[in-house]
């Protein structure tokens, strides 16, 4: 199933275009949908080193069983964050640290 990313300008993002995931890049039309449908977002942020990335793309959103869940329960948001480090940097700022 291809999903938004396909027409990303992020390598990484386009790394995900076909997971059953359906996935949005960070912006308004994901907002828009999520307001439409009433759900919150469901923000997935990476880049294209990262082991743990790779790991949870492989174990989770390349899995039917779970796109499935996500698509029905959220609108799912994937992030570069080489390409949005101000995002990157908001969501580590609210992730406790030990």
Partial sequence: MPNRLARSTSPYLRQHAGNPVDWYEWGEEAFAEARRRDVPLLVSIGYAACHWCH???????????????????????KVDREERPDLDAAYMAATPRR
């Avoid at 390349?62 to 698509?71: G, T």
């Fill in 55 to 77: 790991v949870m793309a492989h174990e989770s959103f390349e899995d039917e069983a779970v796109a499935a869940v996500m698509n029905s329960r959220f609108v799912n948001v």
